[in-house]
């Protein structure tokens, strides 16, 4: 997922306060590349890094130093979910052959699996876990926006279409608590809309119908299963907020 936005907010926030920067203690960890970087702290309380440079590598803080493992050599860092038993959960894009791959870690170190061996544009794709665990990853192919998933019995991947309306590569799934799937995504690049499983088929409707709307959008799910987004309107040169009044419910 694009993170620029949400960046420059945060780096404005710093920026504006003489206080607060004075608080911030800084150091290098390594060489990186201009790319995604992710982040999650495990149940040792210990601080965990995914960066690019030449590769993809997880670095740890362990104490005294900073640990480094590479995850692969030829990728890009997709997006990163940790689930409720503290194990993360990755997609990477394979660069040269761009193939989407999910990783996890365990005790022994990350485990990769092809979610499918279709040529993607290097659109990162994003990743979300539902109640039980399983990985949902959304991707784009061509201008179409779909949905992969493991099938809970085989172990296999499967997908589906979302969409096929002209998507642009701003997109993003979040998951809540009754297991319903929601993908807010931009549209013909110019407006904003949110596709939505109840568990028995998909349903689309529009977000933000304005022409411009839509960029860097990025959705998250509240304890009441409301879904709030957020997204950077073109047209207006502002950010935006949407959201539910009540939540959806499943069928």
Not at 74 to 93: I, K, M, Q, R, Y
Request: charged share 15%; net charge negative.
């Amino acid at each position: 997922m694009t993170k620029s936005i949400k960046t420059a907010l945060i780096l404005s926030l710093i920026l504006a306060s003489s206080v607060c920067a004075q608080d911030w203690n800084t150091r290098s960890i390594d060489l990186a590349n201009e790319r995604n970087t992710l982040t999650w702290v495990d149940s040792l309380n210990q601080i965990n890094i995914i960066y690019e440079y030449y590769g993809v590598y997880h670095t740890k803080w362990t104490g005294s130093g900073w640990s480094k493992t590479l995850i692969y050599q030829s990728a890009n860092a997709g997006d990163l979910e940790v689930d409720s038993t503290g194990t993360p959960h990755l997609v990477l894009l394979h660069t040269g052959i761009n193939y989407p791959y999910y990783y996890y870690m365990d005790g022994t170190g990350w485990h990769s699996e092809q979610i499918n061996d279709v040529s993607m544009p290097t659109v990162l794709p994003s990743i979300a876990l539902d109640a039980n665990n399983n990985p949902h990853v959304i991707y784009k192919l061509s201008t179409n926006l779909y949905h992969a998933f493991k099938d809970t019995t085989t172990g296999l991947w499967n997908d589906e279409l979302i969409s096929n309306d002209n998507v642009a590569p701003d997109y993003d799934v979040a998951i809540d608590n009754s297991n319903n799937i929601y993908v807010v995504y931009r549209a013909s690049s110019n407006y904003l809309k949110m596709a939505y499983y109840d568990g028995d088929s998909w349903g689309i409707q529009f977000v933000d119908s304005t022409f411009g709307a839509g960029a860097y959008c990025e959705i998250s799910i509240d304890e009441n299963d409301v879904p709030h987004i957020s997204y950077y309107h073109e047209t207006d040169s502002t950010l935006k907020y949407a959201t539910l009044s009540s939540p959806k419910k499943k069928k």
